[in-house]
């Protein structure tokens, strides 16, 4: 939502890719379309499960989570250059 270019109106935009848990991915190109130049960019990767569990005829949920988060700032290239 934060931009460095003072002529800019902030926005915030949310993208959200569900991967395959392999242990890895490869960021889409395409999640970081429309993002403006100077723009303070937030990625978080949350890797979790839920399993359920009987402890005396009653069922409860386990969640588990870990989270990484990087903020940084996206200079994109001008490919409009003349």
């Not at 991967?19 to 949350?46: N, Q, R, S, W």
Request: a negative charge.
């Amino acid at each position: 939502g934060s931009t460095l270019d003072k002529e800019t109106t902030a926005n915030y935009i949310r993208r959200v890719d569900i991967v395959e848990d392999t242990g890895e991915t490869i960021i889409k190109k395409e999640m970081f379309d429309d993002i403006p130049h100077l723009a303070i960019v937030k990625v978080t990767v949350l890797r979790g499960n839920i399993d359920i569990v009987e402890v005396e005829d009653v069922a409860y949920k386990l969640y588990a989570s870990s989270e990484a988060s990087l903020n940084t700032i996206i200079a994109k290239e001008d490919l409009d250059v003349e």
